[in-house]
């Protein structure tokens, strides 16, 4: 537009070549843009052009025949909103006896519906195959529709406001389709199971949901044939598969994550009716194949592993078949020191492993057996992160049922013969009483009033060296001395008051020093007295 009002008007095909060039007096009505060309009744549009009158009223606009309010007027633009019932097709301006129209329709959108996904074709696929979505108000303005799954947005080889067709890529899992246009976000609600590159498509024979709270059944008729399974998940979240009621050939499971790749494969059957999986590391769907090596039937639930706390409440697990496993999960700290105690065991009577997993893979293990009614476990947690608490039997005979515990060591420190009261009332918890010891003193530590819940359990005692190694022990059930003659280096010492098994217990403790507390053959006589 030069200083006289008069304009050069240049049209370009989609690749950006010049295809003409119009000029227009300042003075001649012309329309020359649209913005945006697209639209719901009720949104703004501006109108680019010249000749217009700078009356607003002046300006007859109308879209596809339907008159239009105009909001405001310069002699080159226009600002109009779309009026209620106007349809597809060209917009145009009148002012006087001239009249001029848009070169291209202007399209009319819904009024802010957002998309409504109805269904999609095929449910299930591997990547290459094309899915179609059908439903309403998929793409309201052309190019601002998304397709995605857990996240992750697809290749849209086709979309209408009905209908929405794309490839599965390599890179994504089975999940939800998720369609986000201008006016919201819906996803289907089931999910599209995609079957990872390199499983052979036609040897999945059934397609399962499962959640926390649901099951399902399964039957292979022969070997190689597969289940597929999709569940949801959240980041952080350690699920476990649980089956039941197997019967036939083994098993063999793989998961994929949110991203088809493969996370995790190992055996199962009915003799190995769980698998833990790891910490999953992105909240969406993920997908479990299980293959049969010959015919074969299970039933299959999921569970998330429930978090007990240090110091906090109890949790209880059940298995439901015989050598069911279970897990927990915790956060702990490098350097507690823990007590773990099992106990309430209820249902067939197992003899199991107890393993506690540090957060960067290595574990402890630990034998339990359901019949002695109690179990202690104690450790000193090498790591801070989150920590799995898990059990496996290759012994149970059925469904059975048992509570954890989970304990910070109680600590404080002696006086020198000042007796101390100690209460454990957690199953598994212990005390630690520490004490500074000179090279070559001589110390006794005292415990007794032990009381233990069952009645006349011992009670071990050991007393750590500086380095945290065990210097010497004893156990009592009733009155207990432990002897520490010519310590042997300088430092602090512990003495650990550890229930056997992990029974609940108070007592008294004193420690005591003196020029000896060691008898030696034909050595001196020792004088000693006791408060209790």
């Not at 793409?139 to 857990?150: H, K, L, T």
């Not at 910070?408 to 009332?425: N, Q």
């Not at 210097?471 to 002897?483: D, E, Q």
């Not at 020093?513 to 004088?527: Q, W």
């Amino acid at each position: 537009t030069n200083s006289l009002g008069d304009k050069a008007i240049y049209d370009y095909d989609s690749r950006g070549n010049l295809l003409r060039i119009t000029r227009v007096g300042g003075g001649t009505l012309s329309l020359s843009a649209v913005s945006p060309g697209y639209g719901p009744p009720g949104v703004e549009v501006i109108l680019q052009g010249t000749g217009f009158s700078t009356t607003p009223a002046n300006n007859d606009v109308e879209f596809d025949g339907t008159a239009a309010a105009v909001l405001s007027a310069t002699a080159t633009k226009l600002v109009v909103q779309v009026p209620v019932g106007a349809t597809d097709g060209p917009i145009s301006v009148t002012v006087g006896v001239n009249t001029v129209s848009s070169a291209a329709d202007f399209d009319v959108t819904d009024v802010g519906l957002p998309p409504v996904i109805s269904s999609f074709t095929p449910t299930s696929g591997s990547p290459g195959t094309s899915v179609t979505l059908t439903g309403t108000n998929l793409e309201p303005y052309p190019g601002q529709s998304a397709v995605e799954i857990n996240g992750l947005f697809l290749p849209v080889t086709s979309v209408s406001d009905v209908s929405i067709s794309f490839t599965i890529p390599a890179w994504v899992g089975s999940g939800p389709v998720t369609v986000t246009t201008p006016f919201g976000r819906t996803a289907s609600a089931t999910p599209l199971t995609v079957i990872p590159a390199g499983v052979t498509y036609a040897n999945v024979t059934s397609y399962f949901q499962l959640t926390t709270a649901s099951s399902i059944s399964a039957s292979l008729a022969s070997s190689g044939k597969m289940t597929a399974i999709t569940f949801d998940a959240e980041e952080g979240d350690y699920i476990s598969l649980q089956l039941s009621s197997v019967s036939g050939a083994n098993l063999v499971y793989y998961l994929y994550s949110t991203t088809s790749s493969l996370l995790q494969t190992s055996s199962m059957g009915a003799t190995i009716p769980t698998a833990h999986f790891p910490r999953l590391t992105r909240t969406g769907t993920y997908t479990l194949l299980i293959l049969a090596t010959g015919s074969a039937s299970f039933d299959a639930t999921i569970e998330k592993a429930p978090y007990i706390t240090i110091g906090g409440s109890s949790v209880t697990a059940s298995t439901t078949v015989a050598r069911q496993g279970k897990r927990l999960v915790m956060n702990g700290t490098a350097g507690q020191h823990l007590g773990i105690g099992l106990s309430s065991f209820s249902g067939a009577a197992s003899v199991f492993t107890y393993y506690v997993i540090y957060p960067s893979g290595g574990s402890s293990s630990f034998s339990c057996s359901s019949s002695s009614g109690l179990c202690d476990i104690d450790v000193d947690l090498p790591e801070s992160g989150i920590y799995q608490l898990a059990t496996t039997s290759s012994t149970a005979t059925g469904a059975m049922s048992f509570v954890t515990t989970a304990s910070e060591d109680l600590g404080s420190s002696f006086s020198v013969g000042t007796p101390a009261s100690i209460s454990l009332p957690r199953n598994g918890q212990n005390a630690r009483y520490t004490f500074s010891g000179a090279a070559g003193e001589n110390a006794v530590v005292q415990f007794y009033n032990i009381a233990t819940t069952p009645s006349s359990k011992d009670i071990n005692l050991w007393v750590l060296k500086p380095d945290g190694t065990v210097y010497r022990s004893v156990f009592a059930a009733s009155i207990g001395s432990l002897v520490l003659p010519s310590l042997p280096v300088t430092g602090t010492y512990t003495a650990m008051f550890d229930p056997y098994r992990g029974e609940t217990a108070t007592l008294s403790a004193q420690m005591l020093k003196g020029s000896s507390y060691e008898l030696t053959a034909d050595g001196s006589s020792l004088s000693q007295s006791t408060s209790n």
